[in-house]
């Protein structure tokens, strides 16, 4: 009789103890999926060369005022509408490069202005208020699967430099720090959108890819001697995976 209670009594503690260990597992797993505060990350890929470009720069601006927080707003200024007669200072080909690597994703015949990309999932005519609206408030109860907490940042002539920690799998992931200038005016004298006075904002102006395999770590992007004397930068840094999709947000004001 002793013996057959303690052979229930380790049976039923084995079974506690696989329940806990089951419900240990899905915890970990819910927090893979997504346990941390959703974030928005609006890509508008745009040219001060672009007659329709404009709105979706105001869009955009707009949305990073209205959603200080969960909202990262990255302006690409693309270099493709150059040739029309105004060179757009801010264009870089690399961000061509990167938008079209966007489409092929999307399985989208080729590049447009202007595109914007949310959360590096999918993407929309960037002046279609009603649409981005939606989407921001959509986006906005989507719990992210990482979260990246940035700290010691320090801006030291044409370098910044700052230490990060991740939370979350770091499987097939990469960390992309952006450098972004928070607003200019700009006179453009010629092409499409000439004897406009445009603003654009979270205009990037550096970026770079840092290959992560441990969740803390340090790192460090060049700024160029060409916006070395601005003052009102922002460092923005995204978590994405090999598919481009972003899971994890950062920003700080420099």
Avoid at 53 to 68: E, G, I, N, S, T
Avoid at 219 to 231: G, N, P, V, Y
Wanted: glycine share 4%; charged share 25%.
């Amino acid at each position: 009789m002793i013996k057959k209670i303690l052979i229930l009594s380790g049976l039923f503690l084995a079974l506690g103890s696989l329940a806990i260990f089951q419900a240990s597992r899905l915890k970990n797993t819910a927090t893979l999926k997504g346990s941390y505060d959703p974030i928005v990350v609006l890509e508008l890929f745009t040219s001060q060369g672009c007659s329709s470009c404009p709105p979706a720069d105001v869009l955009l601006d707009k949305a990073k005022r209205q959603h200080p927080d969960e909202v990262f707003a990255l302006s690409y200024h693309v270099d493709y509408w150059n040739y029309i007669g105004w060179e757009d200072p801010f264009s870089k080909s690399q961000f061509t490069k990167k938008q079209r690597e966007y489409n092929t994703k999307f399985q989208y015949s080729s590049n447009y202005t202007p595109e914007l990309v949310i959360n590096g999932k999918e993407h929309l005519v960037g002046s279609n208020a009603t649409k981005l609206n939606a989407k921001i408030k959509e986006y906005g109860t989507i719990k992210a699967s990482n979260h990246i907490t940035l700290r010691a940042i320090d801006r030291e002539k044409q370098t910044v430099s700052f230490e990060y920690k991740i939370q979350g799998t770091l499987e097939n992931k990469v960390l992309r720090a952006v450098l972004v200038l928070n607003e200019k005016i700009t006179v453009v004298k010629r092409g499409e959108n000439r004897n406009r006075t445009l603003k654009n904002s979270n205009i990037v102006i550096a970026e770079k890819y840092i290959p992560v395999d441990t969740f803390e770590g340090s790192t460090s992007i060049a700024l160029s001697s060409k916006f070395q004397l601005e003052k009102d930068l922002k460092l923005i840094v995204l978590l994405e995976n090999s598919n481009l999709d972003i899971t994890a947000a950062a920003k700080a004001s420099l």
